[in-house]
Protein backbone atom coordinates (compact mmCIF):
# COMPACT_ATOMS: atom_id res chain seq x y z
CA UNK A 1 0.00 0.00 0.00
CA UNK A 2 1.56 3.09 -1.25
CA UNK A 3 0.92 6.23 1.43
CA UNK A 4 -0.07 9.79 -0.43
CA UNK A 5 -2.37 12.34 1.58
CA UNK A 6 -1.64 13.16 4.46
CA UNK A 7 -3.43 15.85 7.03
CA UNK A 8 -2.45 17.22 10.07
CA UNK A 9 -5.26 18.11 12.62
CA UNK A 10 -3.32 19.78 15.18
CA UNK A 11 -1.12 22.09 13.30
CA UNK A 12 -1.55 24.82 16.59
CA UNK A 13 1.76 22.85 18.30
CA UNK A 14 4.44 24.68 16.14
CA UNK A 15 6.49 21.43 15.63
CA UNK A 16 3.80 20.37 13.40
CA UNK A 17 4.25 22.86 10.63
CA UNK A 18 7.76 21.79 10.08
CA UNK A 19 6.70 17.84 10.06
CA UNK A 20 4.28 19.24 7.34
CA UNK A 21 6.86 21.17 5.31
CA UNK A 22 9.15 18.08 5.52
CA UNK A 23 6.28 15.58 4.29
CA UNK A 24 5.46 17.76 1.18
CA UNK A 25 9.39 17.78 0.62
CA UNK A 26 9.18 13.99 -0.19
CA UNK A 27 6.57 14.43 -1.91
CA UNK A 28 3.62 13.88 0.25
CA UNK A 29 0.60 16.06 -0.50
CA UNK A 30 -1.00 17.56 2.37
CA UNK A 31 -4.69 18.00 2.67
CA UNK A 32 -6.85 20.32 4.95
CA UNK A 33 -9.64 17.62 4.95
CA UNK A 34 -8.42 14.53 7.19
CA UNK A 35 -11.26 12.64 5.69
CA UNK A 36 -10.02 12.70 2.58
CA UNK A 37 -6.44 11.87 3.53
CA UNK A 38 -4.58 8.57 3.69
CA UNK A 39 -2.75 9.11 7.33
CA UNK A 40 -2.83 11.55 9.75
CA UNK A 41 -0.09 12.82 12.27
CA UNK A 42 -0.78 14.08 15.59
CA UNK A 43 2.06 15.88 18.29
CA UNK A 44 3.63 14.63 20.58
CA UNK A 45 2.48 13.66 23.64
CA UNK A 46 -0.99 12.66 22.30
CA UNK A 47 -4.07 13.11 23.54
CA UNK A 48 -7.39 11.02 23.67
CA UNK A 49 -9.69 13.41 22.30
CA UNK A 50 -7.21 13.92 19.25
CA UNK A 51 -8.39 10.56 17.90
CA UNK A 52 -12.34 11.06 17.95
CA UNK A 53 -12.86 12.41 14.40
CA UNK A 54 -10.04 10.19 12.89
CA UNK A 55 -11.78 7.06 11.39
CA UNK A 56 -10.74 4.28 9.19
CA UNK A 57 -7.15 6.01 7.85
CA UNK A 58 -3.22 5.45 9.32
CA UNK A 59 -2.56 7.75 12.09
CA UNK A 60 1.00 8.56 13.96
CA UNK A 61 1.67 9.96 16.88
CA UNK A 62 4.01 10.30 19.58
CA UNK A 63 3.36 8.69 23.29
CA UNK A 64 0.52 7.06 24.58
CA UNK A 65 -1.65 4.07 24.22
CA UNK A 66 -3.35 4.38 20.96
CA UNK A 67 -4.38 2.49 17.50
CA UNK A 68 -1.68 3.75 15.29
CA UNK A 69 1.73 3.86 15.03
CA UNK A 70 3.87 5.67 17.89
CA UNK A 71 6.46 7.62 16.20
CA UNK A 72 8.00 8.10 20.08
CA UNK A 73 8.92 4.48 20.45
CA UNK A 74 11.57 4.61 17.50
CA UNK A 75 14.95 4.25 18.27
CA UNK A 76 16.51 7.10 16.36
CA UNK A 77 13.90 9.49 17.17
CA UNK A 78 14.37 9.07 20.84
CA UNK A 79 18.14 9.35 20.56
CA UNK A 80 17.90 12.47 18.08
CA UNK A 81 15.07 14.22 20.49
CA UNK A 82 17.48 13.25 23.80
CA UNK A 83 20.44 15.34 22.04
CA UNK A 84 17.77 18.22 20.96
CA UNK A 85 16.20 18.21 24.40
CA UNK A 86 19.79 18.31 25.71
CA UNK A 87 20.66 21.12 23.82
CA UNK A 88 17.77 23.41 25.21
CA UNK A 89 18.54 22.15 28.75
CA UNK A 90 22.25 24.06 27.68
CA UNK A 91 20.10 27.39 26.28
CA UNK A 92 17.80 27.14 29.63
CA UNK A 93 20.83 26.93 31.66
CA UNK A 94 22.02 30.37 29.40
CA UNK A 95 19.63 32.67 30.32
CA UNK A 96 19.05 31.44 33.79
CA UNK A 97 22.88 31.55 35.07
CA UNK A 98 25.08 34.71 35.04
CA UNK A 99 28.28 32.12 35.24
CA UNK A 100 30.08 30.19 32.46
CA UNK A 101 29.28 26.29 32.15
CA UNK A 102 33.40 26.27 31.95
CA UNK A 103 34.24 25.20 35.37
CA UNK A 104 30.73 24.58 36.83
CA UNK A 105 30.07 21.71 38.94
CA UNK A 106 27.37 20.20 37.69
CA UNK A 107 24.94 17.29 39.08
CA UNK A 108 23.17 14.90 36.74
CA UNK A 109 20.31 12.32 37.81
CA UNK A 110 19.81 9.51 35.81
CA UNK A 111 21.66 8.42 33.32
CA UNK A 112 19.39 7.77 30.26
CA UNK A 113 19.45 8.97 26.67
CA UNK A 114 18.62 12.89 27.59
CA UNK A 115 21.68 12.50 30.82
CA UNK A 116 23.78 10.61 28.69
CA UNK A 117 23.54 13.41 25.80
CA UNK A 118 23.76 16.10 28.47
CA UNK A 119 27.11 14.95 29.76
CA UNK A 120 28.65 14.56 26.92
CA UNK A 121 27.64 18.66 25.65
CA UNK A 122 28.45 19.42 29.30
CA UNK A 123 31.56 18.30 29.29
CA UNK A 124 32.92 18.95 26.03
CA UNK A 125 32.19 22.63 27.10
CA UNK A 126 34.53 22.41 30.54
CA UNK A 127 31.76 21.51 33.27
CA UNK A 128 32.72 19.54 36.08
CA UNK A 129 29.86 16.84 35.62
CA UNK A 130 29.09 14.24 38.71
CA UNK A 131 26.37 11.90 37.31
CA UNK A 132 23.83 10.23 40.08
CA UNK A 133 22.37 6.56 38.88
CA UNK A 134 20.97 3.55 40.18
CA UNK A 135 22.70 0.55 38.50
CA UNK A 136 25.44 -1.23 37.98
CA UNK A 137 25.73 -0.96 34.68
CA UNK A 138 24.69 2.92 34.55
CA UNK A 139 27.57 3.49 37.40
CA UNK A 140 30.03 1.44 34.90
CA UNK A 141 29.20 3.77 31.90
CA UNK A 142 30.01 6.73 34.04
CA UNK A 143 33.23 5.59 34.98
CA UNK A 144 33.86 4.37 31.69
CA UNK A 145 33.38 8.01 30.58
CA UNK A 146 35.42 9.72 33.32
CA UNK A 147 32.69 10.93 34.98
CA UNK A 148 32.38 11.26 39.19
CA UNK A 149 29.39 9.34 40.21
CA UNK A 150 27.10 9.18 43.76
CA UNK A 151 23.89 7.41 44.87
CA UNK A 152 21.01 8.47 45.13
CA UNK A 153 21.58 8.31 49.12
CA UNK A 154 24.42 10.65 48.60
CA UNK A 155 21.67 13.13 47.37
CA UNK A 156 21.01 13.77 51.36
CA UNK A 157 24.31 14.47 51.94
CA UNK A 158 25.59 18.19 52.03
CA UNK A 159 26.74 19.37 47.98
CA UNK A 160 27.96 22.57 46.38
CA UNK A 161 26.91 21.94 42.83
CA UNK A 162 26.27 25.12 40.63
CA UNK A 163 23.56 23.06 38.82
CA UNK A 164 21.62 20.23 38.91
CA UNK A 165 19.76 18.48 35.98
CA UNK A 166 17.07 15.72 36.90
CA UNK A 167 15.95 13.30 34.03
CA UNK A 168 14.08 10.48 36.52
CA UNK A 169 10.65 10.95 35.92
CA UNK A 170 9.58 10.18 39.52
CA UNK A 171 9.98 11.98 42.74
CA UNK A 172 14.43 12.32 44.02
CA UNK A 173 14.44 15.44 45.29
CA UNK A 174 12.08 15.17 48.38
CA UNK A 175 12.51 17.41 51.23
CA UNK A 176 16.08 15.72 52.59
CA UNK A 177 17.35 15.97 49.17
CA UNK A 178 16.43 19.62 48.98
CA UNK A 179 17.26 20.60 52.07
CA UNK A 180 21.04 19.20 51.28
CA UNK A 181 21.30 21.16 48.04
CA UNK A 182 22.92 24.63 48.33
CA UNK A 183 20.95 28.15 48.52
CA UNK A 184 22.15 29.56 45.00
CA UNK A 185 21.67 26.08 43.28
CA UNK A 186 20.03 26.00 40.14
CA UNK A 187 17.73 22.75 39.86
CA UNK A 188 16.37 22.00 36.41
CA UNK A 189 13.46 19.44 35.63
CA UNK A 190 13.89 17.64 32.47
CA UNK A 191 11.68 14.58 33.69
CA UNK A 192 8.10 14.40 32.15
CA UNK A 193 4.80 15.40 34.47
CA UNK A 194 4.95 14.93 37.20
CA UNK A 195 8.55 15.77 37.27
CA UNK A 196 11.39 14.77 40.26
CA UNK A 197 11.30 17.34 42.15
CA UNK A 198 8.63 17.88 45.26
CA UNK A 199 7.84 21.78 43.32
CA UNK A 200 5.86 23.32 46.44
CA UNK A 201 9.06 22.38 49.38
CA UNK A 202 11.60 23.84 46.68
CA UNK A 203 9.66 26.72 45.80
CA UNK A 204 9.29 27.33 50.59
CA UNK A 205 13.28 26.82 49.95
CA UNK A 206 13.24 29.56 47.68
CA UNK A 207 15.51 27.05 45.01
CA UNK A 208 15.96 28.13 42.06
CA UNK A 209 13.72 25.54 40.26
CA UNK A 210 12.99 25.33 36.54
CA UNK A 211 10.44 23.23 34.43
CA UNK A 212 12.46 21.71 31.90
CA UNK A 213 9.88 20.05 30.23
CA UNK A 214 9.04 20.11 26.06
CA UNK A 215 12.68 21.60 25.28
CA UNK A 216 12.99 20.67 21.61
CA UNK A 217 9.39 22.44 20.91
CA UNK A 218 10.36 25.60 22.85
CA UNK A 219 14.08 26.22 21.38
CA UNK A 220 14.11 23.69 18.08
CA UNK A 221 11.52 24.10 16.47
CA UNK A 222 12.21 23.14 12.96
CA UNK A 223 14.56 20.69 13.44
CA UNK A 224 11.95 18.45 16.37
CA UNK A 225 9.26 18.94 13.51
CA UNK A 226 11.49 17.43 10.62
CA UNK A 227 12.66 14.91 12.92
CA UNK A 228 9.14 13.83 13.46
CA UNK A 229 8.49 13.48 9.54
CA UNK A 230 11.43 11.90 9.24
CA UNK A 231 10.32 9.16 11.61
CA UNK A 232 6.89 8.87 10.00
CA UNK A 233 8.30 8.16 6.90
CA UNK A 234 10.66 5.71 8.13
CA UNK A 235 7.30 4.03 9.48
CA UNK A 236 5.87 4.12 6.07
CA UNK A 237 8.75 3.11 4.54
CA UNK A 238 9.54 -0.29 6.38
CA UNK A 239 6.04 -1.46 7.68
CA UNK A 240 3.43 0.29 5.03
CA UNK A 241 4.96 -0.01 1.26
Do not use: W
Not at 74 to 80: A, D, Q, S
Not at 161 to 171: I, K, S, Y
Not at 183 to 204: M, Q, R, W
Not at 213 to 237: D, E, N
Amino acid sequence: MKLKTFSIPYLTDERLKYTKEYLQNLGYIYLENCDDADFAVLPVPAKKYMFDNINNKYVFYGAGDFKGFDYNKVNFFLLENAYLTAEGAVALLKETSDHSIYGSKILITGYGRIAQALQKILTAMGADVTVCSRSEESKAQVKFAGLKHITFDELQKDNDFDVVFNTVPHLIFTKSEIDSLSENVILIDLASFPGGVDTLYAKSKNINLIDGRKLPSRYSQITAGHLIGKTVHQIIKEELS
